[in-house]
């Protein structure tokens, strides 16, 4: 059972905007702060990746893009919930996405379930 | 360019060992933490293991501890996986990955298919 929630699938027109959520079940993979009523939930991380191919970073750090990622693709984050958006759809934006995040102790990975996107 | 390249997968029977191997180059592999990642036929992507820069921690996902260790060689930039008692589960295909200091896997090996079947 994966770590952090997300939808199996979801789907668009080109040139529409999605969402992907990705959701914290469990306590280790972030910090509740009660004095701010809110999650210490930084090192998430989405990757893309298409089939029989390896996954590639697109998301780090919950917003931060590395070199060459289109800048249609964003990430944000609210409570325990990051998410994904793809805007101004394509149709090689077909292809399954993974969100991550660190334990925190640091010693492990989390992998979401990952989500089918389909271009319709 | 950096380039992450695994190699040493195939058939195994149940309860076998296998070894696989992820060479690295284009980067100082001595200062970066590795993992493995492997992936069951049509289904997710699951983390498998962890090991620092010096090779000091390890770190593994709970189905595999006590039967794989992670390692590595950094005078041959070389990680390592060694799989032993494999069972048909473990069947997949595994990454080799390099991790940042933001907990993210920037560049990924082509992966090599393990297949644990009598």
């Known amino acids: 059972q994966s770590a952090l929630t997300q939808p199996a699938s979801v789907s668009g027109s080109p040139g529409q905007s999605i969402t992907i959520s990705c959701t914290g079940a469990s306590s280790d993979i972030y910090d509740y702060k009660a004095s701010s009523d809110s999650y210490d939930y930084n090192y998430v991380s989405w990757y893309q990746q298409h089939p029989g191919k390896a996954p590639k970073l697109l998301i780090y750090e919950v917003n931060s893009r590395p070199s060459g990622v289109p800048d249609r693709f964003s990430g944000s984050k609210s409570g325990n919930t990051a998410s994904l958006t793809i805007s101004g759809l394509q149709a090689e934006d077909e292809a399954d996405y993974y969100c991550t995040s660190c334990t925190r102790s640091g010693s492990a990975l989390r992998f979401g379930g990952g989500t089918k996107l389909t271009v319709l | 360019q950096v380039q992450l390249v695994e190699s040493g997968g195939g058939v195994v029977q149940p309860g076998k060992s296998l070894r696989l191997s992820c060479v690295a180059s284009?980067?100082?592999?001595?200062?970066?933490?590795m993992h493995w990642v492997r992936q069951a036929p049509g289904k997710g992507l699951e983390w498998v293991a962890l090991?620092?820069?010096?090779?000091?921690?390890?770190y593994y996902v709970d189905s595999v501890k006590g039967r794989f260790t992670i390692s590595r060689d950094n005078s041959k930039n070389t990680l390592y996986l060694q799989m032993d008692s494999l069972r048909a589960e473990d069947t997949a295909v595994y990454y080799c990955?390099?991790?940042?200091?933001?907990?993210?896997?920037?560049?990924w090996g082509q992966g090599t298919l393990v297949t644990v079947s009598s």
């Open positions: 990955a390099r991790l940042t200091t933001a907990w993210s896997l920037d560049y």
């Open positions: 090991i620092w820069y010096d090779g000091r921690n390890e």
């Open positions: 284009g980067f100082s592999f001595n200062i970066y933490a």
